[in-house]
């Protein structure tokens, strides 16, 4: 029995090619490449310029708000016993006040007043260790006063920030939930501690201001005139890191470019920009420390 073939009489290589070009038209149709994901910003930021602003130099310092001066009042017939106690923490007393009567017990048992304890100066009563009925003992503290009820802050300072000061000067302390207290410098160490390096400032503190001596509380002392800083940036957009300062700088393409900059001083939440960035330049405001060098940002209007 003969078989037929359906390409009987065609050249070989006609066949090969027709089954090569069987794939093309088989009417399947290619599918599209998937699309490269767009960049996602890496961080939403606001974008700010640097300000000018008219500041004035101001010297930044630790210290304890004190008395001004401190009496210690005792009694100069020791042996007696104390009667009455007339004063105590808090009251302000002026000078003269009794404080305490003293007194001893005659034969027949009976009490006499022989003597009594005075207010050497108006002010307030900061400690009292008498008792009545106990026996005042020699040397021994009855009471302490703050005379004329004045404080002090004692700023610590080291040699080099002493001699900016003057007696005169203004100066800001900040206590509590950041209630601020105006005082005025009336005398500057002539020294520091050998130990610690430090010496004080004495500012005088108005009566009246709610403070309490052995209160801790920072300060400023104002060293001059308001000068004006060309350029000022919100601290938040400062990024300090080994020594240095760095901001990002926000390009017209979204991308930041870290760039380091010079910084000076402070004031609220402001600081002065002493080099590294052109006027007009955009740098996010805050979030540096999410970010780094190259990152898409999305900027947001005010």
Known sequence: MTESWPCKGRPLGAIVLVALLLPACSGKEDKAEPAAPATQPALTVRAVQTAPAQWAQRLAANGSVLPWQEAVIGAQLPGLRIMEVKAGIGDR?????VLLTLGNRTRDGGDYIQGRVIAPDDGVISAANANAGSTVQPGAELFRLIRKGRLEWRAELTAEELMQVRKGMSAEITV????????RVRAISPAVDPQTRYGH???DLPNGAG???GLFARGEIMLGEA??????LPQTAVIQRDGSAYVYVVGADGKVSERQVGIGQRFGDRIAITSGL????????SGGAFLTDG???MVVKE
């Open 227 to 232: 000068q004006e800083i060309a350029q000022t």
């Open 201 to 203: 400032a004495l500012v």
């Open 176 to 183: 509590g939930e950041g209630r601020t207290v105006k005082g």
């Open 295 to 297: 990152d898409l940002v």
């Open 211 to 213: 403070l309490i001596a």
């Open 278 to 285: 052109e006027p007009g330049d955009s740098v996010a405001e």
């Open 93 to 97: 007393v002026r000078q003269g006040d």
